[in-house]
T-cell receptor, first 111, second 116 residues
Framework: GENVEQHPSTLSVQEGDSAVIKCTYSDSASNYFPWYKQELGKGPQLIIDIRSNVGEKKDQRIAVTLNKTAKHFSLHITETQPEDSAVYFC??????????FGKGTTLSVSS | DTGVSQNPRHKITKRGQNVTFRCDPISEHNRLYWYRQTLGQGPEFLTY????????KSRLLSDRFSAERPKGSFSTLEIQRTEQGDSAMYLC??????????????FGPGTRLTVL
């Protein structure tokens, strides 16, 4: 079955800096790769996703890249703000099936 | 609010008791998923439905767990004879599987279960 590894587990940056979180997956059949942001006491919130027919996708300060050959994908947040502080999860699946999540990255943005 | 809703938000129970959680998905979504999340971990898949049919169950879903989606709308997750190891956040998500949809899964706020 699918296995998703996520690094780093914690990340601390200064406000305005960029943050990068990386994930690898094992199942070459996976074709959908979402990223979720989870704040304390809340459910995961979908922030961006990418499909296997696309190499990069951007939405304002957030971008995701996908390397199918190497089976890894990354989340890039530019111009970080204190409100970006949260736990971020990557996930993978074949679209419509169960998501397999990484263990999460706790991002702390200090002002 | 047209998002996924879950009730109750918190449940404290004694070991051996039965508990039931409810999930109301986004109204037009035909797929509904249950996940469990323990502290410091990502959500782990339990089971999912397409309309009223339960399509897949994880090995994590022991015989004490049962889920239903009787009319293809809301779903319930019941845990019988709860154990302390069942303490976790139970998350529900829904998606629209269709030709022109993107199958994004949207999560509810979760039900936090504490078994004493």
């Amino acid at each position: 079955g699918e296995n998703v590894e996520q690094h780093p587990s914690t990340l601390s940056v200064q406000e305005g800096d960029s943050a990068v979180i990386k994930c690898t997956y094992s199942d070459s059949a996976s074709n959908y790769f979402p990223w979720y942001k989870q704040e304390l006491g809340k459910g995961p919130q979908l922030i961006i996703d990418i499909r296997s027919n696309v190499g990069e996708k951007k939405d304002q300060r957030i971008a995701v890249t996908l390397n199918k050959t190497a089976k890894h994908f990354s989340l890039h947040i530019t111009e970080t703000q204190p409100e970006d502080s949260a736990v971020y999860f990557c996930a993978a699946n074949q679209a419509g099936t169960a998501l397999i999540f990484g263990k999460g990255t706790t991002l702390s943005v200090s002002s | 609010d047209t998002g996924v809703s879950q009730n109750p938000r918190h449940k404290i129970t004694k070991r051996g008791q039965n508990v039931t959680f409810r999930c109301d998905p986004i109204s037009e979504h035909n797929r509904l998923y249950w996940y469990r999340q323990t502290l410091g971990q990502g959500p782990e898949f339990l089971t999912y439905f397409q309309n009223e049919a339960q399509l897949e169950k994880s090995r994590l879903l022991s015989d004490r767990f049962s889920a239903e989606r009787p009319k293809g709308s809301f779903s319930t997750l019941e845990i019988q004879r709860t154990e302390q190891g069942d303490s976790a956040m139970y998350l529900c998500a829904s998606s629209l599987l269709g030709t022109y949809s993107h199958n994004e899964q949207f999560f509810g706020p979760g039900t936090r279960l504490t078994v004493l």
